[in-house]
Nanobody, 123 residues
Framework: QLQLVESGGGSVQPGGSLRLSCVAS????????IGWFRQAPGKEREFVAR????????DYSDSVKGRFTISRDSAKTTVYLQMNSLKPEDTALYFC????????????????WGQGTQVTVSS
C-alpha cells in the first residue's frame, strides 16, 4: 500500500523553528513531485510549498516565502519542510502529498496524501 508519513510537528513559541519530514512507504519518490499543504481549524486546506521530482524547482505561498524551505534528500526518499520564524498563524495540520511528474499548487492534482502532523505556534 502506498503511503506518505509526516513527522516533526510539535509546539513552539513564535519565532521558533521546526523541520517537518515526509517519507514514502511502499513506493519510491523518484519522479514524484511533493507538495506541502496545511489546514487550520475552521479553514480550507491551503498550499504551502512544492518541490519538483528532480529537486531543482521549488515554489512557496506568499505567506511562508522567505521563512520556509522545502527540500528533498539526494536519495529522494524524504522531503523536508524547514520552517523558521514561525508565527501563530502558521498553526495548522500540515500534510505532504505526492504526484507523478510536475509539481502543482492545487490539492486536486495530488494523488497520495499523508495523515498530517500538527504544528502549534503559541506563546
Amino acid at each position: 500500500q502506498l503511503q506518505l508519513v509526516e513527522s516533526g510537528g510539535g509546539s513552539v513559541q513564535p519565532g521558533g523553528s521546526l523541520r517537518l519530514s515526509c517519507v514514502a512507504s511502499g513506493f519510491s519518490l523518484d519522479y514524484y513531485s511533493i507538495g506541502w499543504f496545511r489546514q487550520a481549524p475552521g479553514k480550507e486546506r491551503e498550499f504551502v510549498a512544492r518541490v519538483g521530482w528532480s529537486g531543482d524547482i521549488t515554489d512557496y505561498s506568499d505567506s511562508v516565502k522567505g521563512r520556509f524551505t522545502i527540500s528533498r534528500d539526494s536519495a529522494k526518499t524524504t522531503v523536508y519542510l524547514q520552517m523558521n520564524s514561525l508565527k501563530p498563524e502558521d498553526t495548522a495540520l500540515y500534510f505532504c502529498a505526492a504526484k507523478f511528474g510536475l509539481a502543482a499548487t492545487t490539492e486536486e492534482a495530488y494523488r497520495y496524501w499523508g495523515q498530517g502532523t500538527q504544528v502549534t505556534v503559541s506563546s
